[in-house]
């Protein structure tokens, strides 16, 4: 028995056009991936910058930081109460701050006024006798002193008794000279800045005469402002025979 095969051959033409649709689809693959390379490259560049947020996150917390005061930078100084003519000859208006007042080598508001022209010091004694002052012969209620504000009235007689008004804690002296009255007015410690400030001066002199004067002010004492002083002269006399003393202090809390 014999069997017998055909074999199918493709006609030419029809493998040339296989052939050629195998070459166009290569050729579109290429020509689509060249166009858009050329697509991508004709793209302008982004002018459109990004820039990186120059605020950090915990800036506030920064901020917050370098707000909060510090304890030693708050403080309190009562207010100035004063006024009238300015500081002269011609207005008979005279001040001393604390440097002058160190300068002057006063012991005494007596001694520190005493320098002003037409003042009249009169003094019972030596340290610790009654002290007064008086000009163009005023008296009584004729001469006013001021601390901080407040008048100083006289304890015992018409007049305030200058032995009893040390200059310990006094950090400016204001003397005002007219017809009518002779003002003094004082004005205590002031703060610079939120720290305690203490201040001790001592010296010793002729006739056995010895001085001390102490001074400490606190702006954040006892939930306030605290300021004290104790000052203390004392001597001998003449062949010690007039001694005498005087202790005075102050404290102020605000």
């Known amino acids: 028995m014999t069997r017998s095969f055909r074999t199918h051959v493709a006609p030419r033409s029809r493998s040339r056009v296989g052939a050629l649709a195998h070459s166009g689809v290569f050729a579109l693959v290429f020509l689509i991936s060249f166009g858009m390379r050329e697509a991508r490259a004709q793209d302008p560049p982004d002018t459109l910058q990004v820039i990186a947020d120059s605020v950090l996150v915990d800036s506030l917390e920064a901020v917050l930081i370098s707000d909060s005061a510090s304890a030693d930078t708050i403080y309190y100084n009562l207010p100035r109460f004063e006024g009238g003519a300015p500081e002269g000859w011609e207005t008979g208006v005279w001040s001393w701050d604390r440097a002058a007042i160190m300068a002057s080598s006063a012991n005494t508001l007596a001694e520190l006024v005493a320098e002003v022209p037409g003042v009249i010091v009169l003094l019972g004694g030596d340290y610790g006798t009654p002290a007064a002052i008086s000009a163009f012969g005023s008296g009584g209620g004729g001469v006013r002193i001021l601390r ?4 100083l009235f006289p304890v015992d007689g018409g007049v305030a008794d200058l032995a009893r008004v040390g200059l310990g804690g006094i950090g400016r002296v204001r003397l005002e000279r007219s017809l009518g ?7 205590s410690h002031e703060f610079d800045d939120g720290r305690p400030y203490s201040l001790i001066e001592a010296g010793t002199g002729e006739l056995e005469t010895n001085l001390f004067r102490g001074l400490y002010a606190d702006p954040t004492a006892l939930g306030g402002s605290l300021g004290l002083a104790l000052e203390r002269v004392d001597t001998q006399g003449p062949g010690r025979k007039e001694s005498g003393n005087r202790v005075g202090s102050w404290v102020r809390y605000q």
């Not at 901080?148 to 008048?151: K, P, Q, T």
């Open 148 to 151: 901080d504000g407040f008048e």
């Open 181 to 187: 009255e002779l003002l003094v007015e004082m004005w």
